[in-house]
T-cell receptor, first 113, second 112 residues
């Protein structure tokens, strides 16, 4: 189906270390993979997205990788800072049209100063 | 930068009452969505809306729910007879091109 599995559910890292969050999906029609950051009580905010025609995308300290064959995609945050602490959601969708995005279960990231 | 707005920010209602949650999508967007998030859980899709009609809805979006775009700017979600389990944060989103969905700040619905 369209479900997305996300691991780990919680992640604690020391400031300056890297954090990696992994997701898997099953729907072969998926070709759009956004990542959202949600601070407590706030809206989900898109931080980066990737489409299936590329395997990797980077934006400063954030990078996403996609293995379409294995149906895996990952978020990498380098040089973590306390303000990176939040819940991160991966999601999948189908590019174009009116398609919804389906969210993963979320990862609560805590960056310890 | 344009933003999706939602009102009210918090709605408290009695079980069985009707509520209407309001959203103003980004003005040149054509696709509109409602999602909900029960406290501590993931964001769940409710419904998508395009060209003045529902394009897709989830199992959650039963006969108690309806959506409407009454004018050129507002997009509303109505829950006809609220239940305790409807308590959640409701997010409106809109999408232009290509794919990014912009979320509103949410309405926290509390059903007593």
């Amino acid at each position: 189906g369209e479900n997305v599995e996300q691991h780990p559910s919680t992640l604690s890292v020391q400031e300056g270390d890297s954090a990696v969050i992994k997701c898997t999906y099953s729907d072969s029609a998926s070709n759009y993979f956004p990542w959202y950051k949600q601070e407590l009580g706030k809206r989900p905010q898109l931080i980066i997205d990737i489409r299936s025609n590329v395997g990797e995308k980077k934006d400063q300290r954030i990078a996403v990788t996609l293995n379409k064959t294995a149906k895996h995609f990952s978020l990498h945050i380098t040089e973590t800072q306390p303000e990176d602490s939040a819940v991160y959601f991966c999601a999948r969708g189908e590019s174009g049209g009116y398609q919804k995005v389906t969210f993963g279960t979320g990862t609560k990231l805590q960056v310890i100063p | 930068e344009p933003e999706v707005t939602q009102t009210p920010s918090h709605q408290v209602t009695q079980m069985g009452q009707e509520v209407i949650l309001r959203c103003v999508p980004i003005s040149n967007h054509l696709y509109f969505y409602w999602y909900r998030q029960i406290l501590g859980q993931k964001v769940e899709f409710l419904v998508s809306f395009y060209n003045n009609e529902i394009s897709e809805k989830s199992e959650i979006f039963d006969d108690q729910f309806s959506v409407e775009r009454p004018d050129g700017s507002n997009f509303t979600l109505k829950i006809r007879s609220t239940k305790l389990e409807d308590s959640a944060m409701y997010f409106c989103a809109s999408r232009g091109q290509p794919d990014e969905q912009f979320f509103g700040p949410g309405t926290r619905l509390t059903v007593l």
